[in-house]
């Protein structure tokens, strides 16, 4: 098969403003960067609200491994196939980040026959989204700077700064560091560091904020720091949140692209999940609910991490209520899960596949606490064998719930569209009894527990003396009614990314809490994960380069 850059490179894109007709937006209300990609207007989606919304589909997976799952290009395969099915349905992304794109993991605009497209575009610069929220975070690190050094009136202690910079590549060189060296004129000198820009509480609030009035407001409420009476200083008080809100002003409009099939696809805003809230944008999913009869939506890593937070911070914040959920699995990662080694993926081990479902099972029951109907998707490689795949459906039947061979990377929509079917029929029965996890009255040391332990499989929550000191600060200073954003590796139900399968009997240890005050949540920093990744021994950018035809190469 071709590689992911050649197929989108052939592809018989429409123009943007045919898919924008395709929904019944007018070209007036687009504002277009090039052929095939376009802003919608945030006045034009403003005036959508009191349409009825159609379907909401959540495409999550079970835990994420080397050998890949496919929750993108299921996402999208599925949202093909419904389209092939003479329904109207839309696709919503989130926006690719450079750092794993030039990192590990490549790019996220899903492959084979199931992509979306300008692939290179997405993976890359796209519409400036990113460098727009990098640009407004860095420019409220700026001005903190400045106030401390014109007088500083309200006595922010340097010690107990929290805003720190970001910027959207991996740089572990950046994690900490000393600013304002070099004398008077350049500042006081501060400890300080560098996040990942889709770790940003910049991201989250692009992400939560429903209007460009929301998205002010919250940036006003971001909490900066302390003063030296351990008060909390906020962003209104440095008066930042307006320029702030200016730089996003065009970002905050949703993108517009397409699927290879010429599916309408909104990509906008791109947190991750282990280390922030892992949905796109509410803005670009209420404007696809309004626009089409279905929509298809994916959140990051496994359901533990980014359908917990699509569920519990998401839907709760926005009102959104999902229809019925997707769980990806791959026959690949179910038998790393049982204790196969990568180089031996391709040789059949129902044994070992057999011990790694302890994982799917954990997902099952994870995402069965929210009310949601539930199907699964089996990701189709080629060295899957017919024993594999009978015991993954066999085991998936006896929870009473379906799973659907999908080939959507190889065939595109032609090969979901019995999952299609399936979860067209799920969406439309008015089954789904959509409820959060835990209640908005408990403290934010038992929403963090309920997490490690109704979805971890935890037997407890763990935090130092200061640590658990922190949690009560946050409840007296009146954030005790957010919920939480557990950090924390992808790899493993566990804290350990070396636990796979389903590990029970473990603790979660709380390293660290990061208020988010204008994304209106606790961030709960778990283990040893990181807000700022490094690039990996062998990088993705040493095969990245751009062709005699002025083509770009290695894109994956």
Not at 47 to 74: F, H, I, Q, W, Y
Not at 397 to 407: M, S
Not at 517 to 534: S, W
Request: charged share 20%.
């Amino acid at each position: 098969m071709k590689a992911d850059i050649e197929i989108a490179r052939e592809a018989s894109m429409k123009p943007v403003l045919d898919i924008a007709a395709g929904l019944g937006v007018d070209a007036g209300h687009l504002v277009p960067y090039g052929h095939y990609k376009a802003k919608i207007g945030l006045d034009y989606i403003n005036s959508l609200r009191d349409r009825d919304n159609g379907k909401l589909v959540l495409v999550t997976a079970m835990s994420p491994t080397p050998a890949g799952e496919g929750k993108t290009t299921v996402a999208i395969g599925l949202a093909d196939a419904m389209n092939r099915l003479q329904k109207r349905a839309s696709v919503c992304l989130r926006e690719p980040s450079l750092g794993p794109c030039f990192g590990l993991k490549g790019g996220a605009a899903g492959g084979g026959m199931s992509q979306v497209v300008p692939m290179e575009d997405i993976n890359l610069h796209f519409t400036g989204d990113m460098h727009a929220i990098g640009a407004a975070h860095n420019l409220l690190a700026a001005m903190i700077d400045n106030y401390i050094h014109w007088g500083n009136d309200r006595r922010l202690d340097l010690r107990r700064m929290t805003w720190r910079r970001v910027v959207d590549i991996n740089d572990r060189q950046l994690r900490q560091i000393v600013t304002g060296i070099g004398g008077p004129a350049n500042g006081f000198p501060m400890e300080a560091g560098f996040d990942i820009t889709v770790a940003s509480e910049v991201m989250a609030i692009f992400c939560l904020a429903r209007d460009l009035q929301d998205l002010q407001r919250r940036l006003g409420n971001i909490v900066i720091g302390h003063t030296r009476e351990k008060e909390p200083v906020t962003a209104a008080e440095v008066q930042a949140p307006g320029a702030m809100t200016a730089l996003l002003r065009d970002a905050l409009a949703p993108n517009l692209v397409q699927t290879l099939e010429n599916s309408p696809a909104f990509i906008h805003g791109g947190p991750f999940a282990n280390i922030a809230h892992g949905c796109n944008s509410v803005i670009a999913t209420e404007t696809a609910l309004k626009l089409s009869d279905y929509v298809v939506t994916e959140a990051g890593f496994g359901a533990d991490l980014g359908a917990e937070k699509f569920f519990n911070i998401k839907c709760r914040k926005s009102g959104l209520v999902p229809d019925v959920a997707v769980i990806v699995v791959t026959v690949r990662a179910l038998k790393m899960h049982g204790g196969v080694a990568r180089d031996a993926l391709d040789e059949e081990d129902v044994t070992a596949l057999e011990a790694g479902l302890e994982n799917l099972g954990r997902h099952i029951r994870n995402c069965g606490q929210y009310g949601v109907p539930l199907v699964v998707a089996i990701n189709h490689f080629a060295s899957d064998s017919d024993a594999e795949i009978a015991a993954i459906t066999t085991y998936v039947a006896q929870r009473g719930l379906k799973a659907h061979l999908c080939t959507h990377h190889r065939d595109g929509g032609g090969g979901a569209l019995g999952l299609a079917e399936d979860v067209i029929s799920l969406a439309d029965s008015g089954r789904a009894q959509f409820r959060t996890l835990y209640d908005d009255h408990l403290s934010l040391w038992e929403k963090a527990r309920t997490v490690a332990r109704a979805v971890y499989g935890a037997d407890e929550l763990d935090a130092d003396q200061k640590v658990r000191d922190q949690f009560a600060q946050f409840e007296e200073e009146g954030y005790g009614h957010f919920p939480v954003c557990m950090a924390k590796t992808q790899y493993s139900f566990s804290t350990d990314p070396q636990q796979m399968g389903a590990p029970s009997n473990h603790r979660v240890k709380v390293r660290e809490l990061v208020l988010a005050a204008g994304a209106e949540f606790l961030v709960v920093v778990c283990g040893d994960i990181m807000r700022m990744p490094g690039l990996p021994r062998k990088p993705a950018a040493n095969n990245i380069h751009v062709n005699a035809q002025g083509q770009i190469e290695g894109l994956f």
